[in-house]
């Protein structure tokens, strides 16, 4: 049974502050790594991929992939109000299309 | 492009009726993918189509559940009959290639058993 971890929440973070979210999961042959955010009654937007090893850049996003220890991250610099959602983590495995969905973390940015 | 779209966005019906949710993916979208979200549970895989065919359907919880997807246009999702335990949000996604490129969501469909 593939699996996505991730601490439900709720991340209580100051606004200009970094808010690091993080990922673990089970699946060692994995590829694809996502980071979706989902504000409340909305439906999951994707907002960072990374395939490889290291750290991928976007905005105030960074995405960290480690894959030896099985863990992904999400860096959001300079958090603001409207970053207050829930985040997913999201993996997809070498073998099908499919995707499989953390449970999310609930971000709270405090103004 | 319009993105994906669902319908109906709310359905309350009672226990035992009929409940037909609709999907149109994104045109030129290969993959299409069902999903259900409760709180308890996250985001749930029920089935996927590629160009049109069942991929996996291991999701779908049990015989009252059936997808369709006639052209590369629409897909429902069906559940007959209707219990409690199915309330919940049901997205529907499309890709032109997971790995690459992830998911788009639809609006989900808020379904309400009573």
């Known amino acids: 049974q593939k699996e996505v971890e991730q601490n439900s929440g709720p991340l209580s973070v100051p606004e200009g502050a970094i808010a690091s979210l993080n990922c673990t999961y089970s699946d060692r042959g994995s590829q694809s790594f996502f980071w979706y955010r989902q504000y409340s009654g909305k439906s999951p937007e994707l907002i960072m991929s990374?395939?490889?090893?290291g750290d991928k850049e976007d905005g105030r996003f960074t995405a960290q992939l480690n894959k030896a220890s099985q863990y992904v991250s999400l860096l959001i610099r300079d958090s603001q109000p409207s970053d207050s959602a829930t985040y997913l983590c999201a993996v997809n495995g070498a073998r099908d299309d499919k995707i499989i969905f953390g449970k999310g973390t609930r971000l709270h940015i405090l103004p | 492009d319009a993105g994906v779209i669902q319908s109906p966005r709310h359905e309350v019906t009672e226990m035992g009726q009929e409940v037909t949710l609709r999907c149109k993916p994104i045109?030129?979208?290969?993959?299409l993918f069902w999903y259900r979200q409760t709180m308890m549970r996250g985001l749930e895989l029920l089935i996927y189509f590629n160009n049109n065919v069942p991929i996996d359907d291991s999701g779908m919880p049990e015989d009252r559940f059936s997808a369709k997807m006639p052209n590369a246009s629409f897909s429902t999702l069906k559940i007959q009959p209707s219990e409690p335990r199915d309330s919940a949000v049901y997205f529907c996604a499309s890709s032109s290639h997971p790995a690459s490129y992830g998911y788009t969501f639809g609006s989900g469909t808020r379904l309400t058993v009573v």
């Open positions: 045109s030129g979208h290969d993959y």
């Open positions: 990374i395939y490889s090893n």
